[in-house]
């Protein structure tokens, strides 16, 4: 791992997208009965990923996806230019990619309001737990990517925090053999002690390609290799959307504080 967050900026010969930074303004898309939120994907762009953030988010909109968050800090994207061209929503986000929590921790304070979704990449022990304390992170992602691994208590910490835990389905697309097998079972615990303590989760490949993209329906199939039913999977896939669209309540400017807006009378 190294210190710090998933930043930098590049461009694919390829694309023509817009290199200005910021977060879209466009409302979350929605789809589906009684304006439920649609599938999202969270993908890694150019540099920490080998595409840009706009053929990212133009194979996600093919795919079927009404969202797609852009995990990589300054990728060389205008979330709100992206919407626009694509007709899906787009969210900043930052993965914090640290050492050790003490380096994590400096760097949640420093990009929280950077982004509209902050992630934290686990891996380790450590890293997993210190994620799941934070009520500044929103999103522990790839748990298992290292020796790290998720009991009881650290899902009991994601509750109480209000932590979303990542099912990392892209080991299972991408890996084969006993890998496979050892992360497919890691994955079935997780989903029994989320399932359990009822806590929040999100689905993701963790796509550093288009070409690693994987459509809704294709990633409901690896999901039920987990015990996951089709709902579930479909949930974890728009939590995405919905978390983006309670930040973005929380940072606009009517808002005051948890359950309290601004207003007529208070302005």
Request: charged letters at 30%; aromatic letters at 6%.
């Amino acid at each position: 791992m190294s210190d710090g967050v998933n930043d930098g900026a590049g461009s694919d010969p390829g694309d023509d997208a817009s290199d200005d930074a910021g977060d879209g303004a466009r409302e979350v898309m929605t789809g589906g009965r009684d304006g439920e939120v649609g599938p999202y994907e969270a993908v890694y762009a150019h540099p920490t990923g080998a595409a840009t953030a706009a053929r990212q988010v133009k194979t996600a909109a093919e795919y079927g996806f009404e969202g797609v968050v852009v995990r990589t800090r300054e990728a060389a994207s205008d979330p709100a230019s992206l919407a626009d061209r694509y007709g899906i929503d787009v969210v900043s986000g930052v993965e914090i990619d640290a050492q050790d929590p003490q380096a994590a921790s400096g760097a949640v304070g420093n990009h929280r309001s950077d982004c509209t979704l902050l992630l934290v990449r686990g891996g380790t022990d450590a890293l997993n737990r210190f994620a799941v304390e934070q009520d500044r992170v929103d999103v522990l992602t790839q748990p298992f990517d290292g020796a790290g691994d998720v009991n009881h208590v650290l899902v009991k910490e994601a509750v109480a925090h209000d932590v979303r835990i990542e099912f990392d389905l892209g080991t299972v697309l991408r890996d084969d053999g006993g890998t496979r097998v050892r992360r497919l079972r890691k994955l079935r615990k997780l989903r029994e002690l989320v399932a359990y303590f009822d806590a929040p989760y999100v689905v993701s490949a963790t796509a550093t390609s288009h070409l690693r993209l994987r459509a809704p329906r294709d990633l409901v199939a690896v999901g039920e290799q987990i015990g996951f039913g089709a709902d579930a999977v479909r949930a974890g896939l728009a939590e995405w959307g919905r978390l983006a669209a309670r930040n973005r309540a929380r940072l606009a400017e009517s808002f005051i504080s948890p359950g309290v807006q601004r207003g007529r009378d208070d302005e």
